[in-house]
C-alpha cells in the first residue's frame, strides 16, 4: 500500500533506496459543475475574490485524481509513487479532465 508519505514531486526519498521502477500511474477523474452550480460561481464572480463552488469542484477533482493514482500504485505492487504531477485539460467548455500522475517503485530503507 503506497502512504502519502511516500508520494512525492521528487524523484528520491531521503533516507530509502528506489528497489523497483514498476512505470508509470494515473489517476483521472471527469468532472463539470450542475446549472445551478454554474449559477452560483457566476452570482459570486459578480462580487469577486475565491469562488468556492470551482474552488471546491477543482480540489474534489484533484482528490478523486490522486486517489486513483494510488490504487493503480498499489494494483502493481508498488509502496511508493516519485515524480507525481498534475495535470488539467478542457474536454469541452464546462468540462474537465484532471490527471494525476507519478513513477511507481518499490522502495527499501537504506
Known amino acids: 500500500m ?15 533506496r528506489i528497489k523497483n521502477q ?10 463539470s459543475r450542475s446549472l445551478l452550480g454554474n449559477i452560483g460561481g457566476g452570482l459570486q464572480s459578480l462580487f469577486g475574490g475565491n469562488i468556492t463552488i470551482y474552488t471546491e469542484l477543482c480540489e474534489k477533482a484533484r482528490q478523486d485524481a490522486y486517489r486513483e493514482m494510488l490504487l493503480h500504485a498499489d494494483s502493481i505492487g508498488a509502496n511508493a509513487i516519485i515524480g507525481v504531477r498534475y495535470d488539467a485539460n478542457d474536454v469541452m467548455q464546462g ?6 500522475y507519478g513513477t511507481a517503485v518499490t522502495i527499501e530503507k537504506e
Not at 503506497?2 to 530509502?16: A, L, N, Q
Request: glycine letters at 10%; charged letters at 20%; a neutral charge.
Open 22 to 31: 514498476l512505470g508509470i500511474v494515473r489517476g483521472i477523474t471527469v468532472r
Open 95 to 100: 468540462i474537465t479532465e484532471v490527471l494525476c
Open 2 to 16: 503506497v502512504y502519502d508519505s511516500f508520494v512525492t514531486t521528487t524523484f528520491e526519498i531521503k533516507g530509502y
